[in-house]
């Protein structure tokens, strides 16, 4: 452990390393800033621009894009009402009342002392939980692999969709896309239709970039060129240290809201926009103040922001341990480390171990770093909102050509991100998501060959409902399964019966009608 | 007219029965994963069309044409310069999609010979750029074109 300590240190503070950690958070920054791009879709671009460098400088650049882009998505939801990604959007509650009054600086340094704060806590809980959660998975055989698979399905569809329906459909229709290529034990050949380079199957970073960029190219396309009116402020002396000052006095809300963050990172498909809602709910809900909520409370700021932040981390939790990514983002980063290799569980805190803690311990650098450039450079980053979209879609759409394109030199990966772009495109306008997909598209292969294998040896030992259903914890995730299918459904019908009971109480009654 | 999840619904049906045919052909082990995801992708298809039909909720039709034709025209743009790359390289095709992506975006109002200039200029910097990066930074053989290797 010691020894991945100063390793992962000398790595992290490598001038190159450092200089990518720097580059990563600033592009991530930028990310931030422009509504319409996401950290996701920056991401899956990034990745081939990593997989010809070393591992541990590929995903030190990756963590900093994800984490400046955390930091950045704050400063137009303060500065023009608008959240740079979706995770923002509870920072616009309070984050441009305060800048509309003139406080500008003030929430800006707000966001930034509050993802630095959410970031180091996320990092803090990485660190020490996922290397027991990786032992854990040890005990884990085909069954379990298999159930565990199914429930970060089930959970996904039914969390990142409106619609339970639709995003259990796609989840099913992202494992029907796992199968294409050479089956894992028996060696058919599926649904390659002829073609020899479908036989390795389909590629998953060539998935992620055709699911989450085409599709945010083709919308922002259709939302049309917009025109924000960026508030301007002139940065004063001492706001810094007079906000941080404010918000350390505000320990249990920093540090409540941060593991909120983690937590709701952990479940599969929620994300930001889950976490900082929930996180701001919970702060008016124990403040003395709710009503000054709203209306430009730093205190709002420091929940939205520092769950926000914690999100990263937590989402890489389940990630490194499981291979169950939290996250889109975290789907795309589980691709960055396949293409090294390296595949999610407790071989990566043995065998990768250097390069495992490098990642998880440049997050410290990142938020660090991204909070000085944050805190001193909001200003600047805020003109990026102006860069126009006849600039920005078509450089996008370039560079999932590029991207799509360096990972196996093939022409054909191409084509085949295009058509996922504009199946993407398509399951978007008829209310799927990419997230349950891309999901299915990962979980795929760990739940076939979870499912053979069981019943290879359910059949060899007799039983194969034995072999799926009386272990320990197969038992234990098949009743969190039925539980992530059933709670949404019950929670639906409990809505629409309060509402129905509510709308038969205000209808007006017979009695009354006669009385007029 | 269908309503959303009607269509939705029907198109997971066809997957699933485009899915069911291909995989008869399969081994019991290298088709039992396939045939459980088609059986769960035919229930949900079979859910999805009836919530459509019994709670029909109008297909939502995005007002604006210009949007949509300028959808039509990136993808028309993207798939052209696609097919074309074997034969007339990387470079070439970039910036050409880029150059029309980027005036298809551009109000029609601002088109302007100088829009076009802009849009051609900014396209082949970056385009350079990238092919440079690409090509003499991660070693990553972008293609010639058959008319030019």
């Keep these: 452990m010691i020894q991945n300590f100063l390793f992962a240190v000398s790595q992290i503070f490598a001038p190159g390393n450092f200089l990518l950690l720097v580059l990563g958070g600033v592009g991530g920054i930028i990310v931030g800033c422009l509504p319409g791009l996401t950290a996701t879709m920056a991401l899956a671009l990034l990745v081939p621009f990593t997989f010809t460098m070393p591992a541990e400088s590929g995903l030190i650049m990756l963590g900093g894009l994800y984490v400046g882009a955390m930091f950045g998505d704050a400063i137009p939801a303060t500065l023009i009402n608008t959240p740079g990604t979706p995770s923002a959007i509870a920072t616009t509650f309070d984050g441009y009342p305060l800048a509309k009054r003139g406080l500008a600086q003030h929430a800006l340094i707000a966001n930034a002392f509050s993802s630095l704060f959410g970031g180091i806590v996320g990092t803090i809980v990485l660190l020490t939980i996922s290397p027991l959660l990786a032992e854990l998975g040890l005990k884990f055989g085909p069954p379990e692999y298999f159930w565990m698979a199914i429930f970060g399905l089930t959970i996904i569809g039914t969390l990142a969709s409106d619609s339970i329906l639709k995003g259990l459909t796609a989840g099913g229709l992202g494992l029907l896309l796992s199968t294409v290529g050479i089956s894992p034990i028996a060696g058919d050949v599926r649904f390659t239709f002829g073609v020899p380079s479908l036989q390795a199957g389909i590629d998953l970073m060539v998935a992620l970039i055709g699911f989450f960029c085409i599709p945010q190219v083709l919308e922002m396309v259709e939302a049309g060129v917009k025109k924000y009116k960026v508030i301007d402020y002139r940065p004063q002396k001492g706001v810094v240290s007079r906000v941080i000052k404010q918000l350390i006095t505000k320990p249990v809300l920093m540090i409540r809201s941060s593991l909120l963050g983690v937590l709701i990172g952990i479940i599969p498909g929620a994300g930001g926009n889950i976490a900082s809602l929930v996180s701001y709910n919970e702060a008016v809900r124990w403040s003395k103040h709710p009503e000054e909520f709203g209306k430009g409370n730093i205190e709002g700021i420091a929940a939205t922001e520092s769950a926000n932040c914690s999100v990263v981390q937590g989402s890489l939790i389940p990630m490194l341990t499981l291979g169950i990514p939290g996250s889109p983002a975290a789907a795309v980063i589980l691709g960055a480390l396949l293409l090294h290799g390296m595949r999610p569980g407790s071989e990566l805190y043995t065998t990768f171990g250097s390069i495992t803690y490098t990642f998880i311990i440049s997050f410290f650098v990142a938020v660090i770093v991204m909070f000085l450039f944050t805190a001193l450079g909001s200003r600047l980053f805020a003109k990026m909102v102006s860069v126009p979209l006849q600039h920005l879609a078509p450089m996008v759409a370039f560079l999932s050509i590029i991207g799509s394109f360096a990972i196996r030199n093939s022409i054909l990966d191409v084509g085949m991100m295009l058509l996922f772009g504009i199946t993407g495109y398509v399951l978007h306008k008829l209310g799927f998501q990419s997230g349950p997909l891309v999901l299915g598209m990962i979980m795929g292969p760990f739940a076939e060959q979870g499912l053979v294998q069981s019943l290879l040896m359910g059949r060899a030992r007799g039983s194969v409902m034995a072999m799926m259903f009386s272990r320990p914890l197969t038992l234990v995730l098949v009743f969190l399964c039925g539980i992530s299918i059933a709670w949404p459904i019950v929670m639906a019908w409990r809505k629409k019966a309060n509402l129905k009971s509510e709308s038969s109480q205000t209808l007006p009654q017979p009695d009354d009608l006669r009385g007029q | ?149």
């Excluded at chain 2, 999805?48 to 007002?63: C, E, H, N, Q, S």
């Design chain 2, 1 to 149: 007219m269908f309503s959303i999840d009607t269509l939705s619904g029907l198109m997971v049906l066809t997957t699933a029965a485009f899915a069911w045919f291909y995989s008869r052909s399969f081994t019991y082990y290298g088709g039992v994963f396939v045939s459980w995801v088609v059986l769960i992708l035919f229930g949900l298809g079979i859910a999805l069309t009836a919530k459509g039909i019994f709670a029909a909720k109008p297909m939502r039709v995005r007002d604006g044409k210009f949007e949509h034709w300028n959808v039509v025209g990136i993808v028309g743009s993207l798939t052209l310069s696609i097919l074309a790359m074997p034969w007339v390289g990387f470079m070439v095709t970039s910036i050409a999609a880029y150059t029309c992506i980027s005036l298809l975006i551009t109000p029609r109002s601002a088109r302007t010979p100088r829009s076009w200039l802009e849009s051609l200029g900014v396209g082949t910097v970056a385009v350079l750029l990238f092919y440079g990066v690409f090509r003499y930074v991660l070693l990553v053989p972008l293609p010639l074109g058959a008319l030019f290797s």
